[in-house]
Protein backbone atom coordinates (compact mmCIF):
# COMPACT_ATOMS: atom_id res chain seq x y z
CA UNK A 1 0.00 0.00 0.00
CA UNK A 2 1.70 3.63 -0.63
CA UNK A 3 2.41 5.46 2.14
CA UNK A 4 3.69 9.08 3.02
CA UNK A 5 7.50 8.94 3.82
CA UNK A 6 8.74 11.42 5.89
CA UNK A 7 12.75 12.10 7.01
CA UNK A 8 14.30 12.13 9.25
CA UNK A 9 12.44 10.57 11.95
CA UNK A 10 13.81 12.16 14.67
CA UNK A 11 15.59 15.90 14.05
CA UNK A 12 17.66 17.58 17.13
CA UNK A 13 18.70 21.06 16.05
CA UNK A 14 19.89 24.20 18.53
CA UNK A 15 17.61 27.00 18.64
CA UNK A 16 17.82 29.53 16.36
CA UNK A 17 19.38 27.35 13.59
CA UNK A 18 17.04 26.26 10.68
CA UNK A 19 15.79 22.80 9.53
CA UNK A 20 14.18 21.00 6.94
CA UNK A 21 11.40 18.57 7.43
CA UNK A 22 11.35 16.35 4.30
CA UNK A 23 8.10 14.37 3.15
CA UNK A 24 7.39 12.01 -0.15
CA UNK A 25 3.92 12.01 -0.16
CA UNK A 26 2.24 9.46 -2.26
CA UNK A 27 2.88 9.53 -5.63
CA UNK A 28 -0.79 10.00 -7.65
CA UNK A 29 -1.69 13.08 -4.79
CA UNK A 30 -2.30 16.72 -5.53
CA UNK A 31 -2.86 18.02 -2.25
CA UNK A 32 -0.07 18.02 0.56
CA UNK A 33 -0.22 19.43 4.56
CA UNK A 34 1.57 19.66 7.00
CA UNK A 35 0.03 19.68 11.04
CA UNK A 36 1.95 19.60 13.97
CA UNK A 37 1.01 17.87 17.30
CA UNK A 38 3.10 19.41 21.18
CA UNK A 39 3.62 16.25 23.48
CA UNK A 40 0.10 15.40 25.24
CA UNK A 41 -1.57 18.27 22.69
CA UNK A 42 -3.93 18.21 20.07
CA UNK A 43 -2.61 17.57 16.50
CA UNK A 44 -3.02 21.09 14.62
CA UNK A 45 -2.93 22.26 11.08
CA UNK A 46 -0.47 23.86 9.72
CA UNK A 47 -0.55 24.45 6.13
CA UNK A 48 -1.81 23.11 2.95
CA UNK A 49 -0.46 23.18 -0.35
CA UNK A 50 -1.87 23.01 -3.76
CA UNK A 51 -0.72 23.56 -7.54
CA UNK A 52 2.58 24.74 -6.45
CA UNK A 53 0.98 27.25 -4.04
CA UNK A 54 -0.01 27.67 -0.24
CA UNK A 55 -3.90 27.01 -0.13
CA UNK A 56 -4.39 27.78 3.61
CA UNK A 57 -2.31 28.56 6.74
CA UNK A 58 -3.08 28.79 10.12
CA UNK A 59 -2.11 31.26 12.65
CA UNK A 60 0.98 28.92 13.74
CA UNK A 61 2.40 29.58 10.43
CA UNK A 62 4.00 32.61 10.95
CA UNK A 63 7.11 34.12 8.73
CA UNK A 64 9.22 31.59 10.18
CA UNK A 65 7.64 29.02 8.52
CA UNK A 66 8.14 28.24 4.10
CA UNK A 67 6.98 25.22 2.65
CA UNK A 68 7.98 24.08 -1.09
CA UNK A 69 7.74 21.24 -3.29
CA UNK A 70 11.27 21.76 -4.98
CA UNK A 71 11.23 18.79 -7.59
CA UNK A 72 7.37 17.17 -8.07
CA UNK A 73 8.14 14.54 -5.49
CA UNK A 74 9.73 16.24 -2.24
CA UNK A 75 7.71 18.74 -0.02
CA UNK A 76 9.90 20.13 2.85
CA UNK A 77 8.66 22.37 5.65
CA UNK A 78 11.75 24.87 6.83
CA UNK A 79 12.01 26.71 9.75
CA UNK A 80 13.78 29.35 9.78
CA UNK A 81 15.01 30.09 13.03
CA UNK A 82 13.97 27.41 15.43
CA UNK A 83 12.87 28.27 18.84
CA UNK A 84 11.99 26.30 21.82
CA UNK A 85 8.30 25.72 21.49
CA UNK A 86 8.76 24.26 17.87
CA UNK A 87 9.66 21.34 19.50
CA UNK A 88 6.96 19.10 18.15
CA UNK A 89 6.16 16.24 15.91
CA UNK A 90 5.79 17.70 12.52
CA UNK A 91 3.22 15.24 10.38
CA UNK A 92 2.87 15.01 6.36
CA UNK A 93 -0.26 14.39 4.70
CA UNK A 94 -1.41 14.24 1.37
CA UNK A 95 -4.56 13.11 -0.56
CA UNK A 96 -5.15 12.79 -4.16
CA UNK A 97 -8.14 15.17 -4.94
CA UNK A 98 -11.67 16.39 -3.83
CA UNK A 99 -14.50 14.50 -2.96
CA UNK A 100 -15.53 11.75 -0.23
CA UNK A 101 -13.51 9.15 -1.15
CA UNK A 102 -10.45 11.05 -1.55
CA UNK A 103 -8.76 10.71 1.58
CA UNK A 104 -5.88 12.30 3.64
CA UNK A 105 -3.01 10.04 4.26
CA UNK A 106 -0.27 10.73 7.06
CA UNK A 107 3.23 10.26 7.58
CA UNK A 108 4.63 8.55 10.41
CA UNK A 109 5.80 11.98 11.70
CA UNK A 110 9.50 13.75 12.39
CA UNK A 111 10.10 14.15 16.32
CA UNK A 112 11.40 18.26 15.89
CA UNK A 113 13.65 18.76 19.38
CA UNK A 114 15.12 22.06 19.93
CA UNK A 115 17.60 22.48 22.31
CA UNK B 1 -17.54 21.96 10.16
CA UNK B 2 -19.55 20.57 13.02
CA UNK B 3 -18.47 19.96 16.56
CA UNK B 4 -18.34 16.92 18.15
CA UNK B 5 -18.29 15.25 20.95
CA UNK B 6 -16.12 12.07 22.44
CA UNK B 7 -16.59 10.70 25.48
CA UNK B 8 -12.20 11.54 27.01
CA UNK B 9 -11.25 7.52 27.46
CA UNK B 10 -13.00 4.15 27.11
CA UNK B 11 -11.27 0.67 28.17
CA UNK B 12 -12.40 -2.38 25.69
CA UNK B 13 -11.69 -5.76 26.59
CA UNK B 14 -9.31 -7.97 24.28
CA UNK B 15 -11.78 -9.78 22.04
CA UNK B 16 -14.49 -7.88 22.21
CA UNK B 17 -16.44 -5.24 20.30
CA UNK B 18 -15.20 -1.52 21.32
CA UNK B 19 -17.98 0.90 20.41
CA UNK B 20 -16.67 4.26 20.53
CA UNK B 21 -19.55 7.11 20.39
CA UNK B 22 -19.46 10.38 18.88
CA UNK B 23 -22.31 13.40 18.83
CA UNK B 24 -22.25 15.78 16.29
CA UNK B 25 -25.81 17.52 16.59
CA UNK B 26 -24.95 20.76 14.13
CA UNK B 27 -23.82 18.36 11.32
CA UNK B 28 -25.30 19.57 8.39
CA UNK B 29 -26.64 17.58 5.18
CA UNK B 30 -23.11 17.40 3.34
CA UNK B 31 -21.05 16.69 5.99
CA UNK B 32 -19.32 13.52 6.67
CA UNK B 33 -18.46 11.94 9.51
CA UNK B 34 -14.81 10.96 9.23
CA UNK B 35 -12.74 8.41 12.12
CA UNK B 36 -9.31 8.28 12.15
CA UNK B 37 -6.22 6.86 15.54
CA UNK B 38 -3.51 7.64 16.28
CA UNK B 39 -1.52 4.83 17.99
CA UNK B 40 1.28 6.20 20.87
CA UNK B 41 2.51 9.42 19.03
CA UNK B 42 2.57 8.08 15.23
CA UNK B 43 0.62 9.67 12.45
CA UNK B 44 -3.06 9.61 12.46
CA UNK B 45 -4.64 6.55 10.68
CA UNK B 46 -7.82 7.04 8.40
CA UNK B 47 -10.34 4.63 9.63
CA UNK B 48 -13.56 4.90 7.97
CA UNK B 49 -16.13 7.46 6.45
CA UNK B 50 -19.82 7.99 5.83
CA UNK B 51 -22.44 10.62 5.46
CA UNK B 52 -25.55 8.64 6.15
CA UNK B 53 -25.60 4.56 5.36
CA UNK B 54 -23.53 2.74 7.26
CA UNK B 55 -20.43 1.83 6.28
CA UNK B 56 -17.79 -1.67 6.77
CA UNK B 57 -14.49 -1.79 5.56
CA UNK B 58 -11.81 -4.10 7.17
CA UNK B 59 -10.63 -2.12 9.83
CA UNK B 60 -14.54 -1.50 11.68
CA UNK B 61 -17.86 -0.16 10.66
CA UNK B 62 -19.38 3.32 11.05
CA UNK B 63 -23.00 3.26 12.17
CA UNK B 64 -24.71 6.95 11.48
CA UNK B 65 -28.12 7.42 13.50
CA UNK B 66 -30.87 8.42 11.04
CA UNK B 67 -30.86 12.12 12.33
CA UNK B 68 -27.32 11.78 11.77
CA UNK B 69 -26.87 13.74 15.04
CA UNK B 70 -24.77 10.65 15.93
CA UNK B 71 -22.64 7.92 15.36
CA UNK B 72 -20.24 5.03 16.59
CA UNK B 73 -17.42 3.38 15.54
CA UNK B 74 -17.41 -0.29 16.08
CA UNK B 75 -13.87 -2.30 16.11
CA UNK B 76 -15.94 -5.86 16.22
CA UNK B 77 -13.33 -7.58 17.85
CA UNK B 78 -10.79 -5.51 19.40
CA UNK B 79 -7.27 -6.48 20.12
CA UNK B 80 -3.71 -4.93 22.31
CA UNK B 81 -2.98 -2.94 19.06
CA UNK B 82 -6.06 -1.35 18.95
CA UNK B 83 -5.07 0.92 22.00
CA UNK B 84 -5.04 3.98 20.57
CA UNK B 85 -6.85 7.95 20.29
CA UNK B 86 -10.04 7.75 18.04
CA UNK B 87 -10.93 10.97 16.31
CA UNK B 88 -14.31 11.52 15.13
CA UNK B 89 -14.21 14.30 12.60
CA UNK B 90 -17.02 16.17 10.62
CA UNK B 91 -16.25 17.89 7.59
CA UNK B 92 -17.61 18.43 3.59
CA UNK B 93 -15.74 16.40 1.79
CA UNK B 94 -16.17 18.38 -1.66
CA UNK B 95 -15.23 21.53 -1.22
CA UNK B 96 -11.96 23.55 0.07
CA UNK B 97 -8.15 22.06 0.37
CA UNK B 98 -9.98 19.83 2.91
CA UNK B 99 -7.73 20.34 6.15
CA UNK B 100 -8.89 17.96 9.37
CA UNK B 101 -9.42 19.80 13.02
CA UNK B 102 -8.81 17.47 15.27
CA UNK B 103 -10.12 17.47 18.73
CA UNK B 104 -9.07 15.49 22.00
CA UNK B 105 -10.63 12.36 20.73
CA UNK B 106 -11.58 8.93 23.06
CA UNK B 107 -8.37 7.37 24.54
CA UNK B 108 -9.34 3.62 23.97
CA UNK B 109 -7.20 0.93 25.85
CA UNK B 110 -7.76 -2.73 25.43
CA UNK B 111 -6.83 -4.73 28.25
CA UNK B 112 -5.89 -8.70 27.80
Known amino acids: EPEVTQTPSHQVTQMGQEVILRCVPI?????FYWYRQILGQKVEFLVSFYNNEISEKSEIFDDQFSVERPDGSNFTLKIRSTKLEDSAMYFC?????????????FGAGTRLSVL | DAKTTQPPSMDCAEGRAANLPCNHS???????VYWYRQIHSQGPQYIIHGLKNNETNEMASLIITEDRKSSTLILPHATLRDTAVYYCIVRVATTGFQKLVFGTGTRLLVSP
Open chain 2, 26 to 32: TISGNEY
Open chain 1, 93 to 105: ASRAGTGAKNIQY
Open chain 1, 27 to 31: SNHLY
